[in-house]
């Protein structure tokens, strides 16, 4: 049982609790300890075999009985009886995005609205109008809610569902027989949302495989369970297929069951022109059906005159057209990132202090980071002002002295204001290594104003960063309205970098806006907004997300090294 499936039935516990109006102080301890699981950097599991869930903050003995159950049986025995008394469509109310506990409620008691379809059947009927709270425009943007949720149907984020295909591959790999296992699909392309989870195998045992993979414990459902071929639905709602295949055809099945569509259908017209025949089983001769390639994905693109494409570049978006004029990009890796320009602490609402964020930080090889906190304004909690940061950075500044080979830089995430100013004077910002400037508030404003309003603070001489662009969240929140071309001239003029936010929530920008950020000649930087340490680790998505963009290391700032960055940063 992983941590945030533990945080989400804690956090649906508190759910229920408010559609029934409970006790606010009992709902709110429901939704800290949800928070704080969460934000672990450690397996709920061990901290319970080492008992010590009640040394996290906001668990007390109750709570930690209720996670320890939740762990053993996956669930716990007031929720399941709550669960019996709150019908179950009003707690799917809560998915529309803009729905909460008290609105989900009053629909509920007001107008007996269970359902999401009823919901929307009275919204269209300009029903809900005229109930406390509730205006035309609630209603219009309940209607907006559910169609993004019915678009977002059925896929998972790819953060969620990449270290799900990981944990199977991990473990069927030690299945006796299995010489290779990997992952196919959309997961591989590193989609941003995932349909299924494909995974292939060779083995010389497949029943074996076969009888291991539906027997795994996050299994729900077996939906097929065949020799060589098996489905199941997993507890987290995805379908996972494993397919054993014959060794001699594994590059033709990885292939075809990588796709995209649209890319093999391209490689499958190439290759007719040419006399042959791609299938799952290989290339063939289409006169004599002579097998030509299929071992390796190499030796297949070889038959067509192609070198290998890297499988985030298979969307048929170019990307055959630049392997037949040897324009292939040389996309960036993981290993080209010197360091992460978004990082928050306990200054802020981080949860590590710089001093533990630094230490994680180096532990994975970087040479910098920048400590970007919240200001203050907005209402947001423990922002800072401009104070704060005269003391921080003397903390950064006492830190440094003591590192080598790291450096610490200052840094801010300031607020876009809804007028475009920045919460904090330009005499403030000046003094600091690395703004980034992010929207956090204010997101429906009309194209118009958001975008005038960003393209204002892009213009400020002293923002270096563009923070979470677009202000998606994935499955949550639409992009804001921009104009983005506008905002592309803009921070190309000013020198302003983009962000790729590795947030598996936002991946913000996305492969398609970073691609244009790329074209448009405006410098990447690839962050993950580090509230909690193990969230280090989501950079491989950002990295993902711009390789689906086509960036190479020199399109991102955070590659380079301490010395030339500090200089660009200056301009
Ligand atoms: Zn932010
Ligand atoms: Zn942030």
Redesign the pocket.
Known sequence: MDNREVARILNAMADMLEIKGDNPFRIRAYRRAAQNIEGLAEDVESLIARETLEEIPGIGKDLAAKIHEIATTGTFQEYEKLKAQVPSGVVELLTIPGVGPKTAQLFYKRKGIDSVARLEAAARAGELRGLPGIKAKTEENILRGIEMLKRASGRMPLGLALPLAQEITTRLRQVKGVTRIECAGSVRRMKETVGDIDILAVSAAPGKVMDAFIALPLVREVLAHGETKSSVMTRQGIQVDVLVVDPKAFGAAWLYFTGSKAHNIHLRDMAKKKGLKISEYGVFAERTGKRIAGKEEEEIYGTLGLPYIAPELREDTGEIEAALTGQLPDLITADDIRGDL?VHSTWSDGAHTIKEVVEAARRRGYRYIAITD?SKGLGIVRGLAAEDLTRQREEIDRLNQGLRDFRILAGI?VNIRADGTLDLPDGVLAKLDCV?A???SAFRQDQQTMTERIVRAVGNPHVHVL??PTGRLLGEREPYDLDFDRLLEAARANGVAMEI?ASPYRLDLNDAHARLAKEAGVPLVINT?THTLAEFDHIHLGVATARRAWIEKKDVLNTLPLKQLLKRLAR
């Open positions: 978004h919240h995430e980034i992010s929207v956090h923070g979470h936010n907004d």
